[in-house]
């Protein structure tokens, strides 16, 4: 029986990519950088090769805040403020959301019937944003953001301060629901918990991260939750 469930927010629940295409168009136009489709394209390649970096502890936070920034306009060969294109940018990312199809419905199936909780990667101020804009906050028992947590999926210790703040966990009866195999499946993996891959564009998976479950679409994971 499960009892605890973890989400990712990011492309689990919310559509990060939407948001930040919108994000980084707004933010290239105030700096006077025509933003093609290729220049948003490469900012979001850029910037989750960034991310990946941080979750093997290869660049703080705030390296990759700014990094991502320094990177894109070195090839566009534009000179630009990073430190003041990421405070633009973030600050426009923390406003608005959009839901991942079949997102709000997922959480109306899975509220009261289960705890709860959010496990996210992002940097505090913009999610606490996203999610407020969103209006889900009172579906979670409680948040968990790496930046407050003090560290980052996939690490076991992000996990293991998690769960320390549940009274009376069981891991046996949790699982995690994210998008991505490096950072939600390891982290599942690493922290001891049942985890599920949730890949809506059915992107085929890795040798060495192999998921429990696999969902392509949200309203299968009440379904799968009924089984275990
Ligand atoms: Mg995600």
Redesign the pocket.
Known sequence: MIKYVFL?????LLD?HKAEAEAIKKTLRQLDIEPTNATVKRYSEINLSQWKLLEQGKLTREEVKLRRFEILFDELGQVRDAEYARSFYEETLSHGHYFMPGAEALLEALFGKYDLYIV?NGTTAVQNGRIESAGIARYFRKIFLSEAVGDVKPSQLFFERCFAEIPGFDRDAAIIL???LT??IQGGINAGVKNCWYNPSRCAGREDIKPDFEISSLDEFPILLRRL
């Open positions: 990712d927010l990011d492309d689990t990060f996210s994210g998008d991505s950072s939600d």
